[in-house]
């Protein structure tokens, strides 16, 4: 089993095990949900979009992978197989060698920089909604404060102390 499915297993397994305890903290979790729906809706979208996406980036490498296991096995394939996106400066550069494989130093940093930069680029979505995740959850919790302080003004507003014994107020 190759790695990216290897790792896509486990991403099912752990979105599976989230599934289950939800569903087992249902009606906690549906009380809490609706006591702002309109902020918690967003949210809930916002991390099922997340999750859609980071499982499109991880099936997005089958053919990166196919690409580099079958240049291993043959060279002749290669140019038998669609280019790949993520790899296509390594496809370019072993395209051009005839015979034995061997890249200098300077060549392998570069396609190494290279590929680092693309797998980095198509992360900077996952980041950004994890972000948005993390200041939505903190919206949410400042609007839950302000909420709990109104309340306590209002308590503490009806209090009547003048017309009778302070005792009687705090006892």
């Not at 979790?29 to 309109?38: C, E």
């Amino acid at each position: 089993m190759n790695q990216p499915r290897r790792f896509l297993v486990r991403m099912i397994l752990f979105l599976a095990a989230v599934v289950s305890v939800a569903s087992i903290l249902y009606q906690q979790l549906w009380t809490a949900f609706l006591a702002n729906a309109y902020l918690n809706g967003p949210i809930l979208g916002v991390f099922l979009l997340g999750i859609l996406y980071n499982f499109r980036q991880v099936i997005m490498l089958y053919p990166e992978v196919a690409w580099i296991e079958g240049f291993r096995k043959d060279h002749a394939v290669l140019s038998q197989q669609a280019t790949p996106k993520l790899l296509a400066p390594m496809a370019t550069m072993l395209g051009e060698r005839k015979g034995r494989l061997s890249l200098s130093a300077l060549s392998m940093r570069s396609l190494l920089d290279s590929i680092y930069s693309r797998l980095d680029e198509s992360r900077d979505l996952s980041r950004y909604t994890i972000g948005l995740l993390i200041f939505l959850g903190l919206l949410g919790t400042f609007w839950g404060l302000l909420a709990t302080v109104a309340s306590i003004r209002d308590v503490i507003g009806g209090l009547a102390v003048g017309s009778g014994d302070v005792a009687d107020v705090f006892g």
